[in-house]
């Protein structure tokens, strides 16, 4: 793992600043950081900002000169570059498009209303400063892929909004308590729906929710089926991507020791690991499973190496 850095020729502030970057992980960035002094405020999503009359003093302390493409170049191979598309500041908009589209058309004021607050609210939660990996990008992510489940029949005959309202809710209490996170975002669920839809759908999505916290939904249910494997999907993309995936959950546990974490993360990865099924739709099943379990694979393999140190 290395630290790079770039000439200071970004101007802003009446100076001009260099990207600090890491090769492989978030966490090693944050910990470079902090020990030469960046204020956290210089994060910005996959770099730090530093002013030209820090950079000397970042190369004597370890980190590496290169040029502002070499930086841009390393940064998209370690996976852990966030796309323009990707920043909160352009994800916003566009899921709230996508919340009101659900709300369906013939409310009067006061529901549409409603329905409007409960949206920003959850753009709010999802915005959240702890969160890395369980932030915007994740729930646009779900949103795609449970749409695209759908779309291929996995849902067989069941409605696909109670699917989307559990995607916008699976993690909308997010502290990195485990079981907790998803009953307690079932509950604003379940608070934030009534009166705004049928009980039923309301209840519905409540499970959905639920069910997140061990993705193993019973044979027979679709729509869990759907929003689990959805809620996966991320376990199967290319190397680098889940890379960054890894990185961004280390980064949401940041309170947690580094051995503690390695102990914890791989026993979730065995148990992923040991079940007669990573994904349970076909489409999943089919299109995912190898993939997933070459990356968990790595970094089991990674976590073991890091665990001896």
Do not use: C
Not at 40 to 69: C, E, I, K, M
Not at 84 to 93: F, N, Q, S, T, Y
Not at 250 to 255: E, G
């Amino acid at each position: 793992m290395t630290i790079y850095i770039d000439p200071p020729v970004w101007p802003a502030h009446g100076t001009v600043f260099s990207h600090v970057i890491s090769d492989e992980s978030l966490e090693e960035l944050h910990a470079f950081a902090r020990g030469a002094g960046i204020r956290a405020r210089a994060f910005d999503r996959d770099h730090y900002d530093v002013p030209a009359q820090r950079v000397q003093d970042l190369v004597r302390q370890g980190a590496v000169p290169v040029s502002g493409h070499d930086v841009a170049r390393i940064l998209a191979a370690s996976g852990l570059r966030v796309k323009a598309r990707d920043r909160p500041e352009k994800l916003r908009g566009s899921l709230l498009r996508r919340w009101r589209a659900m709300a369906g058309p013939g409310r009067n004021d006061a529901a549409g209303d409603a329905w409007e607050a409960v949206g920003q609210d959850l753009v709010q939660r999802w915005s959240e400063p702890h969160r890395h990996y369980h932030a915007l990008p994740h729930l646009l992510s779900v949103l795609r892929v449970s749409h695209a489940l759908a779309q291929a029949g996995e849902l067989r005959g069941a409605p696909y909004r109670p699917v989307a309202l559990a995607a916008w809710f699976h993690d909308a209490v997010y502290a990195g308590n485990a079981g907790q996170d998803e009953q307690q975002s079932a509950h604003l669920a379940q608070q934030q729906l009534d009166g705004l839809l049928p009980d039923d759908e309301v209840e519905e999505v409540a499970r959905l929710v639920r069910g997140t916290a061990t993705h193993s939904p019973w044979e027979g249910d679709a729509a869990g089926a759907v929003l689990t494997d959805a809620d996966l999907e991320v376990l199967a993309r290319p190397a680098h991507e889940y890379l960054r995936y890894a990185a961004q959950v280390r980064a949401d546990y940041a309170h947690v020791g580094e051995q503690d974490f390695i102990r914890g993360r791989a026993a979730v990865l065995r148990t992923l690991m040991a079940a007669p099924r990573l994904f349970h739709t076909h489409t999943g099943e089919l299109q995912w499973d190898a993939a997933a379990r070459k990356n968990i694979s790595a970094e089991l393999k990674d976590l073991e190496v890091r665990g001896r140190h």
